[in-house]
């Protein structure tokens, strides 16, 4: 398969984990089963595929200012260095492209830090996946992208971490997503929301950076290990993330954000009983702060430790409430979800 395309760019959307997250681990849902109910934002991984006329492939993460330079071969470690653009790029050339490298510069960019819990990393795949998709011209549908991103984080390169942030990228939108039992399967499913009830709750909204990244595989390290040895407290703490989100999900339909918020506290309390290192000092102050302007209830977004906070709060006093944070050392916004998922579209 030639490349068809020399200049592609793409971008995927980064996601809001509203109830269930931990539940799409592995070592829960392929026992269990999971549910996640998560909303995609307008905060977005880039990726910008080009030719290289001069025979070699170039890696550039400049959010990072990060930059490597590779021979024109598949004779590198995918897990060293910028390992996401060099595992798509191996995997893409290897099964599409007869083992053949293509000189080629790949250039990417994330809206937010590492490290954010806004799921970025696999964002940031899904966003490799589809550019090469596209300047190969394959058939790969959401589903099919979303699969490979998880396969290659998980499976070739050994990234910890669950699976929805790969499903919400590639489809976009307001989506509650099961994963079954065995492996037997994903299904995603879109919500079908009224207008007043998505403003209210996007009304509502406030994202607030903690201005600590997180690195989330020791907190997932340790929320498996919980689940290997059959911890009880842990186990029992996923059962109840997953019952949380399937009444969020009531709750949202209904239109009952407030509702959502109660639900959102209770999902925090049991996310904390899922690892000690979920929360911490900083956190807990911002959270505080939060609460006493405005804030109904709050979360770590992601595997926590850290990044972004996520508020439901009295739209009357959001402007209030983000000052407030502000003041206190974050760095809160409104933000607006969005509908789509990735993109990839070449540049004439």
């Not at 009357?316 to 916004?333: D, M, V, W």
């Amino acid at each position: 398969m030639a490349i068809v395309f020399d200049n592609v760019r793409s971008r995927a959307p980064l996601r809001l984990g509203l109830g269930g997250g931990g539940t799409d681990l592995a070592d829960y849902c392929f026992h269990h089963g999971g549910v996640v109910l998560n909303a995609t934002i307008d905060r977005y991984a880039y990726a910008h595929l080009t030719r290289h006329r001069e025979g070699g492939i170039v890696l550039k993460a400049d959010d990072l200012g990060t930059e490597e330079s590779l021979p024109c071969s598949l004779d590198f470690d995918i897990r060293q260095g910028l390992c996401l653009h060099r595992a798509v790029y191996h995997h893409m050339m290897t099964e599409y492209n007869g083992g053949q490298a293509v000189p080629m510069t790949i250039t990417t960019t994330i809206d937010v830090p590492a490290g954010s819990g806004l799921g970025a990393s696999s964002a940031l795949t899904v966003a490799l996946i589809e550019a090469h998709a596209l300047a190969m011209q394959l058939p790969l549908g959401p589903y099919d992208v979303a699969r490979l991103a998880y396969d290659i984080e998980r499976r070739h390169l050994g990234l910890l971490g669950g699976m929805q942030d790969q499903y919400a990228a590639a489809f976009g939108g307001f989506n509650f997503i099961e994963f079954l039992k065995d492996e037997a399967g994903v299904i995603v499913n879109p919500l079908r929301l009224r207008r007043d009830h998505l403003n209210e709750f996007e009304s509502s909204l406030v994202i607030c950076f903690s201005g600590q990244s997180r690195e989330s595989a020791d907190i997932i390290k340790d929320q498996i290990g919980g689940l290997k040895i059959y911890n009880d407290e842990t186990l029992a703490a996923m059962h109840d993330l997953k019952q949380q989100a399937h009444r969020m999900k009531i709750s949202i339909l209904s239109g009952d954000i407030p509702g959502m918020a109660d639900v959102l506290r209770e999902s925090w309390l049991a996310k904390k009983r899922t690892a000690a290192s979920v929360s911490n000092s900083t956190v807990d102050t911002l959270l505080e702060v939060a609460l006493e302007n405005g804030a109904w209830a709050g979360k770590v977004s992601g595997a926590g430790g850290g990044g972004f906070i996520m508020l439901l709060a009295d739209p009357e006093r959001r402007y209030g409430l983000i000052r407030k944070l502000n003041q206190h050392g974050g760095e809160a916004s409104a933000v607006k979800l969005t509908f789509e998922g990735a993109e990839a579209w070449a540049v004439r």
